[in-house]
């Protein structure tokens, strides 16, 4: 069979069916299944990853200095401690969900290199019927679950996004997306530009600038970034004590909520102080002389796009060497030895890489049907964020920008779990969010409020996300520590979610 045939022109080979179906083996996929062999033992499931191995995130990229811009007691998992620097490499992350594989008795139950490409939901079988690429045998398999888990992340992980830059068939050198390192790419003794300042072009550069000739960071406006030591003093503290690891991993997860909180309090309430103070720390690094005001002061308040986190300062600390630079202007053209800027001027490069962020997957791109309609979710509304107007029996972990992913994967499946057993009381197939009738004519507004968060790669896809309404439980609020207390307490009995 041709591997690179069209799934519908293939013959289904195999049906196989599950309780659960999990689609993803990242950190979400591997969250939801170890919830529910804690809370719905009696379930059976499967994880349908599209990759070769587990990971999600951490297995796809691959550029250099590759690591969270969360730390690993918040991004981890609250019931697996984490035991090491707050900021983690990919190799460690990995490292630590191959433990809880291992641990949980989770690896048996995925299955690798199946591409879902269609999931249709049957009213009269009430069962979701989904189609799947086996990707080593070039077979399409069937696999029919009660229920459909999107675990698969929000962007698409085989290409990053790369603006159409004017002149890039004229530049001589390479030019590379981060999300599509090269393996054998050297960069020794090369002069390199790196397009974007967020959290991987922060990543970036200091990683590669002792190799390079010089690095330099080509950004259209500046980004607030947040320097602190990878090092947590509480987590030493209790570990010299010789408190538990569960207890340690606990207590510190709290206070770095605790910290995150008044952040985030503080940007809203006191956006002037919050921006003096993360200034004030780039210029301890950088040094009076330093234009802060022109490379390092952003045009929106902080929090209105993420805190890219450069542990140890390190970004800073190239700079300040010699051997990176950040320059600030618009792109006029690639050239044949670098690239023009609206100014006049021509950074000249071999290398050019393209940090400029990645394409939006809604729900992994898979093609929805419900009893023979498809589906187009931007048409859905939200419920709680978890789940969506007029599908059944679904959710998609959808996690926070502000606080660490995993917070609101956890919450999640334990919400998921708990509305399983609900149904498994009620004797329900099925369950679908409803509008009700005095929902009917409620205000429709954007997945994600622009004026609140507004990074390019949500602006670029928000007309393909589903909306939100205007009251309970129609809206996402994208805030943790409100949802951490609302979701475990949200009611299943709430007019909105339709048994049957």
């Excluded at 510190?252 to 921006?275: M, W």
């Excluded at 986190?309 to 670098?338: Q, R, W």
């Excluded at 996402?476 to 007019?495: C, I, N, S, T």
Aim: glycine fraction near 6%; include cysteine; charge should be negative.
């Amino acid at each position: 069979m041709n591997v690179n045939a069209a799934p519908s022109e293939a013959a289904t080979q195999t049906v196989e069916h599950f309780d659960v179906l999990i689609i993803g083996a990242g950190i979400s996929g591997i969250d939801a299944a170890y919830h529910l062999q804690q809370n719905c033992p009696e379930k059976t499931f499967t994880l349908l990853e599209n990759q070769e191995s587990f990971g999600g995130t951490w297995l796809t990229h691959k550029y250099p200095g590759i690591r969270s811009d969360s730390d690993l007691f918040t991004f981890g998992f609250g019931w697996k401690p984490w035991r090491g620097k707050p900021i983690a490499t990919a190799d460690k992350i990995l490292a630590y969900l191959n433990e809880v594989l291992d641990e949980q008795d989770i690896r048996r139950h995925i299955r690798f290199r199946h591409h879902v490409t269609a999931a249709r939901w049957s009213s009269d079988e009430k069962l979701w019927s989904v189609e799947v690429l086996d990707k080593a045998s070039g077979e399409v398999r069937r696999y029919t679950g009660n229920f459909l888990w999107m675990c698969q992340g929000y962007y698409k992980h085989q290409s990053g996004y790369t603006p159409d830059f004017p002149g890039m068939a004229d530049f001589r050198g390479q030019i590379v997306h981060p999300q599509e390192w090269p393996e054998d790419l050297d960069y020794t003794d090369k002069k390199v530009v790196v397009i974007g300042s967020g959290a991987t072009a922060a990543t970036l550069i200091p990683a590669m600038a002792d190799k390079t000739s010089h690095i330099t960071m080509l950004q259209r406006s500046p980004t607030y970034f947040f320097a602190r030591p990878n090092e947590n003093e509480l987590y030493t503290q209790l570990k010299d004590l010789d408190i538990p690891d569960e207890w340690t991993h606990e207590i510190v997860r709290k206070k770095i909520l605790h910290d995150q909180k008044t952040i985030q309090k503080v940007s809203f309430e006191n956006p002037d102080y919050l921006k003096n103070e993360l200034l004030g720390a780039a210029k301890a690094h950088l040094g009076e002389d330093f234009d802060i005001a022109k490379h390092f002061t952003p045009r929106y308040r902080p929090w209105r796009q993420r805190l890219a986190l450069i542990p140890d300062g390190d970004l800073y600390t190239a700079i300040k060497a010699g051997k990176a630079s950040v320059f600030t202007d618009e792109i006029d053209t690639f050239t044949e030895n670098g690239i023009r800027v609206k100014s006049g001027e021509e950074l000249e490069a071999d290398i050019i890489v393209t940090a400029t962020g990645f394409n939006f997957s809604i729900l992994g791109d898979v093609a929805f049907e419900v009893d023979g309609e498809p589906v187009d979710f931007a048409d859905c509304i939200t419920y709680r964020g978890v789940m969506y107007s007029g599908i059944p029996n679904m959710a998609w972990v959808f996690g926070y920008f502000r606080a660490s992913w995993t917070l609101r994967a956890d919450l999640i499946a334990a919400y998921v779990s708990r509305l399983l057993n609900h149904m498994a009381e009620k004797g329900a197939d099925s369950v679908t969010p409803t509008l009700r009738p005095e929902d009917r004519d409620m205000n429709i507004g954007p997945f994600i409020d622009p004026e609140n968060f507004n990074p390019g790669y949500v602006m670029r896809s928000i007309d393909l996300l589903p909306k939100q309404g205007d009251r309970e439980p129609w809206v996402f609020q994208h805030d943790y520590f409100a949802e951490k207390d609302e979701l475990p307490a949200a009611p299943l009995d709430d007019g909105v979610l339709v048994y049957r």
